[in-house]
Antibody, heavy 120, light 108 residues
Framework: QVQLRQWGAGLLKPSDTLSLTCAVYGGSSRDYFWTWIRQTPEKGLEWIGEISPSGSTNYNPSLESRVTTSIDTSKNQFSLKLTSVTAADTAVYYC??????????????WGQGTLVTVSS | EILLTQSPDTPSLSLGERATLSCRASQSVSSSYLAWYQQKPGQAPRLLIYAASSRATGIPDRFSASGSGTDFTLTISRLEPEDFAVYYCLQYGSSPWTFGQGTKVEIK
């Protein structure tokens, strides 16, 4: 059974760079799309972006200018960087596995979530 | 961007009652790319339904879903105590992928 475990700094100052990593256990990162999603009470669930095993990326246009994702298939890990954070980036951040075929698409499983707070 | 609007916002229902949750899309979504999730406090969302009507592994058959085009429905036939949670729909057909705002099913 595939599990995702994520980690990263939970308290940032405005203008810092958010950095999170997600490790894949019980499966390979060589398939699927590896995804980041965040959740706030105000905006709910927001898809941030995804990366394929080959390194091709797809980002939400609302965040694209500040987002970078990377993947290390040898370590079964993928990462998120979000630059120039503000209080509006305070959220619970999730990593997830995106499964996309011609017959179905979904995110499953998800990581445990990381609360990232941006405060001066 | 496809906007997903869920209703009702916060239905209050009793144990054993039937819950009917709606997800309406601002543009047509392929039913293959519509999913439903359940989220409980402090937990990540859990996949319930994918491809509009297929139950994920381990999901009880009291959960069912249907729909096509712009209108999708999640039904819980008889509410159990563990079903009181927030439910989200997801469209994964047109980037950026988007979620509905959620429906919180509360105990009456």
């Amino acid at each position: 059974q595939v599990q995702l475990r994520q980690w990263g700094a939970g308290l940032l100052k405005p203008s810092d760079t958010l950095s999170l990593t997600c490790a894949v256990y019980g499966g390979s990162s060589r398939d699927y799309f590896w995804t980041w999603i965040r959740q706030t009470p105000e905006k709910g669930l927001e898809w941030i972006g995804e990366i394929s095993p080959s390194g091709s990326t797809n980002y939400n246009p609302s965040l694209e200018s500040r987002v970078t994702t990377s993947i290390d298939t040898s370590k079964n890990q993928f990462s998120l960087k979000l630059t120039s954070v503000t209080a509006a980036d305070t959220a619970v951040y999730y990593c997830a596995r995106g499964r996309a075929t011609t017959r179905f698409r979904y995110f499953d499983p998800w990581g445990q979530g990381t609360l990232v707070t941006v405060s001066s | 961007e496809i906007l997903l609007t869920q209703s009702p916002d916060t239905p209050s229902l009793s144990l054993g009652e039937r819950a009917t949750l709606s997800c309406r899309a601002s543009q047509s979504v392929s039913s293959s790319y519509l999913a439903w999730y359940q989220q409980k406090p402090g937990q990540a969302p859990r996949l319930l339904i994918y491809a509009a009507s297929s139950r994920a592994t381990g999901i009880p058959d009291r959960f069912s879903a249907s729909g096509s085009g712009t209108d999708f429905t999640l039904t819980i036939s008889r509410l159990e105590p563990e079903d009181f949670a927030v439910y989200y729909c997801l469209q994964y057909g047109s980037s950026p992928w988007t979620f509905g705002q959620g429906t919180k099913v509360e105990i009456k």
